[in-house]
Each structure stands twice: as C-alpha cells, then as structure tokens.
C-alpha cells in the first residue's frame, strides 16, 4: 500500500515531537539510498510476476526470476555483482507473506529522508 506523502510527513513528526531525545522510532518504510538496490530488484520481479492473478503463482515466478538472477551473476566477480548477489540472498531468505506484500505490491514508493 502507498501512503501519501502528507501521511508520511505526519508519522515521521509524531516521532519526532513524542520520542525522546536518544530515542528510536522504527518505521517500515523504504528510503533511499538503500533501497536503490532492492527497487531495482523488486521492480524485475513485479514485472516479471505482474501477469499472474494468483499470489502463489507470483511468487513462485518470483523465487524462480532470483534463482535466475542468481545464476547469471555467478561468474561475475565485481563489487556490483557481489552486492546485487548478497541482496538476491536476502530475498530468497524473505518469507513468502514478506515477499508478497513487500515487493510484488503495485505500489512501492521510497522516499526520500
């Protein structure tokens, strides 16, 4: 689900003005940088399971496109091929509800903070 951007604004400053001055607020939200990864990846496999209806099916073709991903960089040994293979692992390791409604969702938008 995508949350607007005022929403978005509004939660981060409730953190900000209830947390006190050492304190942590965890949000699930994807920000950049870190996600320039991961949304490169996400949108392969949303396009790649768009076509499917059924959330099985999704994320079947999705842990296959990984594996393939996988294996087409398996030679590779640069620091691009070593960081996009660390990243496939974790999504191999993400559990199938996880996968689902975190990167096969049509709206995934990263903000930027």
């Not at 320039?36 to 842990?63: E, S």
Request: glycine share 4%.
């Amino acid at each position: 689900m995508d949350i607007p951007p005022p929403c978005q604004e509004k939660i981060l400053e409730i953190c900000s003005t209830h947390l006190n001055p050492q304190g942590i607020a965890y949000v699930s939200y994807n920000t950049y940088p870190g996600w320039h990864m991961r949304g490169m990846i996400r949108d392969m496999l949303y396009y790649h399971a768009q076509q499917f209806t059924v959330p099985a099916m999704k994320i079947r073709q999705a842990r296959n496109l990984l594996d393939f991903l996988g294996k087409a960089t398996s030679k590779d040994n640069t620091p691009y091929a070593h960081l996009l293979r660390a990243e496939l692992e974790s999504f191999r390791r993400s559990a199938d509800a996880y996968l689902y409604h975190e990167h096969l969702e049509e709206h995934n938008e990263p903000i930027e903070k």
